[in-house]
């Protein structure tokens, strides 16, 4: 099964929108970005994602990226 990686419009001042780019180019993986994904919360304070529904954060935009690597790996 391909991962589905889920990323929020609202929390892309913490550069997750380049993340997200940078994981489109990849195709093996389903990126999809939507406008809400109902983490407010999380989405203020944290760069956060949903790897096949489990949500990922971490501290930068970078570590983020190297945090959904390992969670799509562990799904392997």
């Given amino acids: 099964m391909r991962p589905i990686i889920e990323f929020c419009a609202n929390n892309a001042h913490f550069g997750t929108d380049e993340v997200m780019?940078?994981?489109k180019e990849n195709p093996d993986f389903d990126v999809i970005e939507y406008g809400c994904l109902t983490g407010c919360g999380m989405c203020y304070m944290t760069p956060y994602?949903?790897?096949?529904?489990?949500?990922?954060?971490?501290?930068?935009?970078?570590?983020?990226?190297q945090?959904?690597?390992?969670?799509?790996r562990e799904f392997s």
């Avoid at 994602?49 to 570590?63: F, I, Q």
């Avoid at 945090?67 to 799509?72: C, F, G, N, R, T």
């Fill in 67 to 72: 945090v959904i690597l390992d969670k799509i």
């Fill in 21 to 23: 780019e940078k994981l």
């Fill in 49 to 65: 994602a949903l790897v096949n529904g489990e949500t990922v954060e971490a501290e930068t935009a970078s570590a983020l990226y």
